[in-house]
């Protein structure tokens, strides 16, 4: 498998914005959906959004409801993060291979290829 490129981060004051990209081989794209998840220091990866190939149906985690969007077409995924916190600093990834835990409706998973993540610094 070939792993996504993640881009776009960068250091950002509370309040800001940034849009995040990611683009996959059309390869890799095998799962149910595809999807962001994020890793702050000290502290395991965590599930952010995810949108389903088949009819774009999108998903988030409570956390940024509200204040992150989800897209994308063909093989490219975009994460839309506006009124940042400091609390959303972390290294973002993506995933081509998103799933939910059998069993579960809000667990999501990622199955693909982890790419090199892109670093979101935002500032108090």
């Known amino acids: 498998q070939v792993q996504p490129v993640e881009s776009g981060g960068g250091l950002v004051q509370a309040g800001g914005s940034l849009r995040l990209s990611c683009a996959a081989s059309?390869?890799?794209?095998?799962?149910?959906?595809m999807g962001w998840f994020r890793q702050a220091p000290g502290k395991e990866r965590e599930f952010v959004a995810a949108?389903?190939?088949?009819?774009?149906r999108t998903y988030y985690a409570d956390s940024v409801k509200g204040r992150f969007t989800i897209d994308g077409a063909k093989n490219t995924v975009y994460l839309q993060m506006n009124l940042l916190k400091p609390e959303d600093t972390a290294v973002y990834y993506c995933n081509a291979d998103v799933r939910l835990r059998p069993g579960s409706y809000t667990d999501w998973l990622g199955f693909g290829d982890w790419g090199q993540g892109t670093q979101v610094t935002v500032s108090s």
């Open positions: 949108i389903v190939t088949r009819d774009l």
């Open positions: 059309s390869h890799t794209i095998t799962g149910y959906a």
